[in-house]
């Protein structure tokens, strides 16, 4: 009796830790919706709950939690930073995304919480920009249909850990593409 008592204090211990560290929701009414404005490039997002994450996701609610969503605007934005001339602006929103990897519920219990990263489910992303010159002018806007179909082929992501990886790959090789950075 002592021990099934321990465990299940165990379980909630931990289960209370989860929902501390890794239960916010992107989908909650109070969520932002976009990065506070800093430096020469915002960035924005449709509502999440309109993502091909969550809506073709096999586990829905795993993959609203946690602030990833925020971690790759916050990643954008630096990044895109560095390709500006000096005095240009850039507005980007996040239009939808699906991250690597997906939930495959069907490979058994506790399966449903687990990412299974397969080239079959490379990252894609739908981004709209506009790019303003100094004087105010836009000089470039559209919007970006990203993938990266060959994500897992690159060497250099091995020793990676980062759970972003993927997706971060593909936007720097998009922001690379779309605004070659100045002559320094």
Same mark, same amino acid.
């Given at each position: 009796? *002592?021990?099934?008592?321990?465990?299940?204090?165990?379980?909630?211990?931990?289960?209370?830790?989860?929902?501390?560290?890794?239960?916010?929701? $992107?989908?909650?009414?109070?969520?932002?919706?976009?990065?506070?404005?800093? &430096?020469?490039?915002?960035?924005?997002?449709?509502?999440?709950?309109?993502?091909?994450?969550?809506?073709?996701?096999?586990?829905?609610?795993?993959a609203a939690q946690g602030d990833w969503l925020l971690q790759l605007a916050q990643y954008m934005r630096k990044q895109a930073a560095r390709q500006?001339?000096?005095?240009? %602006?850039?507005?980007?929103?996040?239009?939808?995304?699906? %991250?690597? &990897?997906?939930?495959?519920?069907?490979?058994?219990?506790?399966?449903?919480?687990?990412?299974?990263?397969?080239?079959?489910?490379?990252? %894609?992303?739908?981004? %709209?920009?506009?790019?303003?010159?100094?004087? &105010?002018?836009?000089?470039?806007?559209?919007? *970006?249909?990203?993938?990266?179909?060959?994500?897992?082929?690159?060497?250099? $992501?091995?020793?990676?850990?980062?759970?972003?990886?993927?997706?971060?790959?593909?936007?720097?090789?998009?922001?690379?593409?779309?605004?070659?950075?100045?002559?320094?």
């Amino acid at each position: 009796m *002592r021990i099934v008592l321990a465990t299940l204090a165990l379980s909630l211990a931990l289960a209370g830790c989860a929902t501390a560290t890794g239960g916010s929701s $992107m989908l909650a009414t109070n969520a932002p919706r976009a990065l506070p404005a800093s &430096g020469p490039v915002s960035v924005a997002w449709s509502n999440p709950a309109e993502f091909s994450e969550l809506t073709a996701s096999g586990n829905r609610q795993a993959a609203a939690q946690g602030d990833w969503l925020l971690q790759l605007a916050q990643y954008m934005r630096k990044q895109a930073a560095r390709q500006l001339p000096p005095g240009y %602006r850039l507005e980007l929103t996040i239009e939808d995304i699906k %991250r690597a &990897g997906q939930y495959e519920p069907w490979r058994g219990i506790g399966a449903q919480d687990v990412r299974i990263i397969r080239d079959i489910y490379p990252p %894609r992303m739908t981004v %709209r920009f506009r790019e303003f010159d100094a004087t &105010g002018k836009v000089v470039a806007e559209g919007q *970006r249909q990203l993938t990266d179909p060959a994500f897992l082929v690159n060497p250099g $992501m091995i020793n990676d850990t980062d759970p972003l990886r993927y997706e971060k790959r593909m936007i720097d090789t998009w922001l690379r593409r779309e605004f070659p950075a100045p002559a320094r």
